[in-house]
């Protein structure tokens, strides 16, 4: 058997540091490098993107039930009629094009989802289940409210002029009066307002 001499041998354990310093080197990112194109990009946090700001007015796939949705900074108010004796206001969220409401103490519910200048989706009243469409609705189409002594109103005003609404004192409902939505004292509801029982 042969013996290696010790200055082979150093030569060598000299070489093989060399080459394991170089791989360290090698697989250590440079401090403030860029990173390369394979490494994943840092996800990016942050508040929900919000629907578009809008009013949403038509009727139920029967026709018997009207339907207003108001969206706002993420906030959404809707007011469903009939015209004669049932309503009700409800209010929720808009979050990407989704939105979710409920009705104050009562067990009215409504999801929709937002597509450009439409919002489709299902509400439930007084124990009905409808389908609904609707189109957005540039002022003064819309949906109004009133506050008039122990009486509180509501409206949804058709882009051609018709409207349908309610007027409620203390639960004994009867048809609205004509409301004159360029004019009078009736607010265009915009989603921001947080209802509590009923309009106000």
Request: hydrophobic share 35%; with cysteine; net charge negative.
């Amino acid at each position: 058997m042969k013996h290696r001499g010790p200055l082979i041998t150093l030569v060598v354990t000299l070489g093989a540091l060399v080459l394991i310093l170089s791989l360290n080197d090698s697989l250590i990112p440079k401090q403030g490098a860029a990173p390369s194109a394979a490494s994943p990009a840092p996800s990016k946090t942050g508040e929900p993107l919000k629907s578009p700001d809008a009013v949403f007015v038509g009727k139920d796939e029967t026709g018997e039930m009207a339907v207003g949705i108001a969206v706002k900074g993420g906030r959404a108010v809707a007011y469903l009629c009939d015209g004669r004796s049932v309503e009700a206001w409800l209010s929720g969220t808009a979050t990407g094009g989704r939105v979710t409401l409920n009705e104050p103490n009562g067990p009215g519910t409504v999801f929709a989802d937002i597509n450009g200048t439409r919002i489709t989706g299902i509400a439930v009243a007084r124990g009905d289940e409808f389908d609904f469409a609707l189109t957005e609705a540039e002022s003064p189409a819309g949906l109004y409210r009133q506050q008039d002594g122990d009486t509180k109103i509501g409206w949804i005003v058709y882009p051609d002029g018709d409207q349908v609404g309610i007027a409620n004192t203390g639960g004994e409902m009867r048809p609205a009066p004509a409301l004159d939505p360029t004019g009078g004292d009736a607010e265009r509801v915009d989603g921001q307002t947080r209802l509590g029982g009923g309009a106000r």
